[in-house]
């Protein structure tokens, strides 16, 4: 058996993505599984191996002293309550992204864990990825210099030929474009940046094609923002556009660019009117299967084996980035600048 | 003997890429050139071919009547003065990019030339460019549906390696990175976009590298703008950065996606996985030998010798464009949204 | 259940790519395998999913009215007789390619379905591949023009390597490299160049390698083409070569031409110097396996459903490229050009 | 000095290719240009440098005895009579391509030069490209076996834009797509296939675009052709397309295919569903610049200084491919098979 | 049932990659296992296909009359005595490289191969690859004349990621870089040069990462070679590089050269500043299931069948180049030049 | 006038190579030529540019005061009495390469140069090619780590086509194919590996190609070095290839390797099974068109202008390339391993 048991609650297509980067680490294995719909314990058992045991009552599963971890795979308007319950029983957690549609739950999630103690890791998964963790070697290694300005985007025509359509184009689950999916880009430029949020500006639109007719929300939107340190950023989200999925990322320093997979970089003396390129895994789908999940989550549970905060995606990292968020989102709706921090 | 003497006034190096467009074209040639410096009248002609008077008073040259047509190729602060006398003297006028540096000197042009009934030709060459050309084909022929974002970026590098450096870094000469290099981008997301700017926010900063040091004013500009139908627009102005020259396009729409030179059109039924590939030539360098400036000119020519107005690149239109730069640059000044139009 | 239920006659290789294909549609079913092998209804049921009943008798297959649909995967000189024995029992018709080997046979099986008024549809699934919808619709969207010349052809060494040789070489089962593999060509040829074809020229000859000298008939064919409106058009069989797999398809009208997956249009103002690229899959293998069968039958079942003929592969329109093949297999027997319609 | 003196006759753009290529070679020098047009000698010599005399009347060059080779550069229908008339005179003779536009013309140039032991050199100059030493030594050393199936296709859009287009639209100047321009196609695939041909069917039309309007011919042709050891072979001559220049070549054999710079040998036990590739450069554009004429000439001349016949290029070689394409153009014309040879 | 049992000695990583490719030929199946550990048959049966019988000890094994040939997967320092009991049980034998670790255990085996007059095969399958079939082909069709210098390197990072590293890094077991992983590399340089070694010079190094440290022995060596014709070669075995899987090979000769997938032959006419390419799987991975075991067991059944000697890895092939890397590891060590042959 | 003056001796076709390389910087110009055969100044002048006068006795020359610098650009047999007779006079130095053709040479230029105290530069201009500034400073950033082995090989066929063979193949002119061409190759290793050579062995042979033949000297080597840190490299020099120009480099690091243009290294946790590429211009032709003379010249006329030693290819740093060299050929010579240092 290993260490830390993990009980999931809500059984969509995302909980089926977690359950096995779980127990594809060397430390977790899921062992419940919380619906609304009746499971039965045998059949879930036998479809994601180990033993797992099916609740229909979130309390119950909450119940369970032998559950360590509780994984929030459920439409975001449940993660608020759901989490604050966990936290008050002492469960670490691991929460999908967005982590909630507004502030206010935000801040209650945030107060529940610290008074309660227990370890989160939320899904920007971005950051283990291949791209991201290359890309931030990258910058860490100083060839890029100190960064000035910094783009990175989100294009990804999530249609009706998409799972997540039926329920995300309603306002109250999808939140934004820039919410429900340009959350990874955003996320990501603030991992680039490296520094403090103080002002955004978004405007947004909505496509004319029939498609994204359904959305009831606007599906494209542009947001710009201003550092601490003076460097500025920008970041799109386009969940309506008809073209190949595009995880765009523009970097500018003071020794060199960043563009995707390509480079230059002045400390290397290579010919500045070509790319150099990095060999490396291009986010180049929206679907879970391209993300690092696992090294997500081995990440994690290493971090409770030996008492640390889960880097880099902790609730409270994760936070900052939903913060910007929510401000671009405000700045959209309001039509003037907003200010962070 | 071609139809058109021009006159030339500012014999600096946009000159001598004039000079040959200009006398590679079916009707045009330069009889005259102006300049503060002492030019020898012989050693012009020899050099440029044809035969050139030498002027070292620009009001001389307006006076001579065998000159149809004025290219001002100064100093983008000596613009206004000179446009506005070669108007008197009844000349048509080709004006180097930017136009100006002030609103205030913009209408005093537009006023100048109206008065005069003069034809006016802008170098917004790039509209004549093959990408360019093949960009606006592709969305006249329907391939992309209607846009609902673009973006179109100018990343150039100006340092001391650079010509125009000299005096480009003050403020009374460059003005601002959208103005003095980001124009041809930002001039030519509204021609794509091909519709009236509304509002427009622009948030700016500066390379911390000490090669770019000597510039009076931000380096760095990302702007973004609301267009009268609803659709949105960015344009990222960077002259201190530290690789490939980089003209970024990317325009989306209901029936699909444009990317530099790479398009998915719903309407051709190909993968939309991956990106289809434009045959063109890209705007990939600053120097004007990539530049398209014969087509404009020959153009410019064919317009005056049929009684019309320039195409794509006329005062009326060029001025559009300016209004829109001014309003960015006032944004970024004020820290404030500025309405347009 | 799903509304229309298939019967199989003919357990070959061409059969096991059937099933699953009409078993991925929405609307149909496999039910029903007849062949003249003993097979076992349950080892069937559990080899390919569902309910499967085994027949040795292809009337009793026929006799059983809950089967709607027959889908003739037999050799192909026994597709007559079993085309107007089903089409007599009213059941509608999936007829592989070739259709049969004489015009006598065409005629007889036209007969039977237009008599019976059961729907048809042909196996010429590479109308419905991603390579031909995209090359149709760069055709249809005006891009190349009026087509006056074209080429598709066939180059796939048929060796004993592959499967089907073990039947394929004799005379009275494969007929000609034309009918036997070189008819996915001409029936392409014939959807771009869209026009009636008045007289066929055909040369043939064979490889001198000891590979293919168990062919009973020429296995390298070339045969020239005259439309109705002036255009012509040329398609090459070869089985017998020795290299990749190869669609050739060149089409040439008066605004541009199309390669295999590249094009130039005028239209589009892109370099006339180098070719534009389409993102399609390209026909690149024999295998049925990349070949779109599934869309192929989907379509044919919605037309059942909406009492609709069969688009684009209907028997009247695989009639047509069958008899130009006769006729260009003609004109290579006799050595005189034959007229066509 | 060097040891052969050649005069030119007709001074157009094709001789200003042949001078410097002359004058390139090891034993060779343009001494002589005659024309209709008044020339300078003075003039002449200084701009293609060495000693040249220009002459207006065509007998009188051949009158000086100090020309030993006359390069035939003027219309083709004037090729006849002046080949034969230098012949007489015991000139040496280099003739540009197509050598006439009758089969009468071709015999009279033939029995002149066999009277008068003449050398004689055709520019059917792609037999020296890189494209086709490189095509003809793999054939040479077995890689592909023995070759049933050939086609080589010209595709070039010759219109306004092409010097050549002003008088090549004459019916009784460039004859016939096949003739004008195609000639270099059949004439390389003949030299593939290496065998006699015995009969062509050729089939031809003309694009519906106003740009190739003028053309008093058809502008494309296909035909086929049959050899004498039952192999056939294909070649299209398009000179009315909208796309890049294309010299297609596409070899069956016993042992492997060629197609273009790829190809595929069993012999080197390579992967057979990929291409091999050939470093050469590839025929792609119409321009003599691309064209390997001093290699000819050179050989041309070893050939005089070692009293050999021409290799590869000799009238005889090159009258096989006249008589082939007058043939196809007969069979086009007549709408029945021509047998040759 | 096929005609040829085999028992396997050694349950270990490699067994499990021999087990399949043995079941995949037409002659040959696995009905033993013999291991240290307690194996159960019904398990292994059921894990690998056919009827397996589980053995604890060697000699049981050997006294079976119906296995007819053993194939030694077991640490190479058990394969001596192995080979040898099995050789006088009659059995022939398929063994793993290296084969031993010592000049005496090779000659043992030899000597008790040649008494029993049982067949023999050693895993050196790269000769059955795809690359060194083809490089094979492109050497014996005399495309490179005759080869003066050869290189073929083994570089490959076999550090605590790949299983063998366990116990490889042992020097009892590994014995060095050359040894245990080059010596394909050194295998194939002998195949391609096809000549004696009379002498050979070896450098030898280690990695100062931490990465690497546990090996026993260098892991890095370099070994330059002279062959008795004259020509010389040279084999470098990096197994502590931290880079792609490079098996590096160039082949100069008297008409040419090979560089991996890439070649110029003077015969070919092709242009010598460029390579052509030869389209080939490369070696691109030290995982077996990149390696040709299956062609090599084939042809060694083959060879079985009709009483022949294994072409291109028998044990008296492999022997002379275990010859040549105990010489180049005994040149390392005594820092001296050491004689061959 | 620029500050340093240079008198060239030899007048070959380096010397053409050296002057515009010279005249380019911006401190340094050619005023004299000495040449054994009788040149002209005038003539000297107008093809070069500037004041040139022509020397027929080196003493002559070396007695003009106004001569400050003296490039060496005789055969490599005249090198050392014209070095130190320059030295003498006072006249600091390039050399090129190679140095010279003995030891006693080396020693007697090294000792005047220091005597005289005048400043050297060899022309081991690669130090200065992109290539090599790029993959240095690749080093130099730790991205490799510490290096343990490394490959720096030359493969440039120098036949008849080539300038050079006239003179080189004479055993007392290019000395050896390492000498006279692999010299470039053997020192950029000693750059990468930056650290001194104790002991190098050395294998050589020739080509059996006619082509090769008038060379007095093996044209093939492969040279193995031991360095003191214990890491050891190899060096090929091939001058009798048949194939496209190559200067192969392969190093191998604690952190990394780089493979010509690519490499990989862990600190950028790139994908460790593919290659990362570096922009960068690779020395692929032997002509001094691609090399940076007139880069390494700048630093020495640099070097002069601030009484520094040259950096990179003194006359010091050079010696102890040709050290190397020298202990390379007297251990292919004598069969022995040879120590250095």
């Known amino acids: ?13 995302v909980a089926t993505a977690h359950i096995p980067a779980i127990n594809g680490t060397s430390l977790g294995q899921v062992t419940a599984i919380c619906s609304s719909r009746k499971l039965d314990s045998t059949e879930l058992s036998a479809r994601h191996g180990g033993r797992i045991t099916a609740y229909n009552d979130f309390d119950e599963l909450l119940a369970n002293p032998d559950i360590h971890v509780v994984s929030v795979c459920s439409y975001p308007y449940d993660h608020a309550k759901q989490v604050v319950a966990a936290a008050k029983a002492g469960k670490h957690l691991i929460i999908e992204k967005p982590l909630c549609l507004s502030l206010a739950d935000l801040r209650a999630m945030q107060k529940a864990a610290q008074a309660a103690k227990v370890k989160t890791c939320v899904c920007f998964e971005c ?20 960064l000035h300005y910094g783009e990175v985007d989100y294009y990804h025509g999530i249609g009706p030929w998409y799972g997540q359509f039926r329920w995300n184009t309603r306002k109250d689950a999808g939140g934004s474009s820039l919410l429900t999916a340009g959350c990874h880009a955003l996320d990501a430029l603030l991992l680039c940046m490296g520094n403090e949020v103080v002002e955004v ?5 909505k496509s004319r094609s029939k498609v994204f007719a359904p959305y009831q929300y606007t599906t494209t939107s542009v947001t710009i923002l201003k550092f601490k340190d003076g460097s500025i950023g920008k970041c799109a989200a386009v969940v309506d556009c008809l073209q190949p999925y595009y ?5 500018v320093g003071s020794e060199g660019s960043l563009l995707d997979n390509k480079f230059h970089s002045m400390k290397l003396h290579t010919n500045k009117h070509a790319w150099s390129a990095l060999a490396m895994k291009l986010l180049d789908s929206g679907d879970v299967s391209d993300h690092p999940y696992q090294s997500q989550f081995e990440a994690f549970f290493q971090a409770l084996d030996t008492g640390k905060d889960m880097p880099l995606t902790s609730l409270a990292e994760a936070a900052r980035s939903h913060e910007v968020i929510f401000a671009a989102d405000r700045s959209a709706e309001t039509g003037r600048a907003i200010k962070c921090g």
Do not use: C, E, P
Not at 201 to 205: G, L, P, Q, V, W
């Open 1 to 13: 058996m290993k260490k830390y048991n993990v009980g999931i609650v809500g059984y969509g297509w």
């Open 127 to 146: 950051r283990f990825s291949s791209q991201f963790l290359a890309t931030k070697s990258v910058i860490d290694a100083g060839l890029l210099g100190k």
């Open 201 to 205: 500006t978004s405007y947004d639109t």
């Open 247 to 251: 995880f765009h990322t523009h970097l």
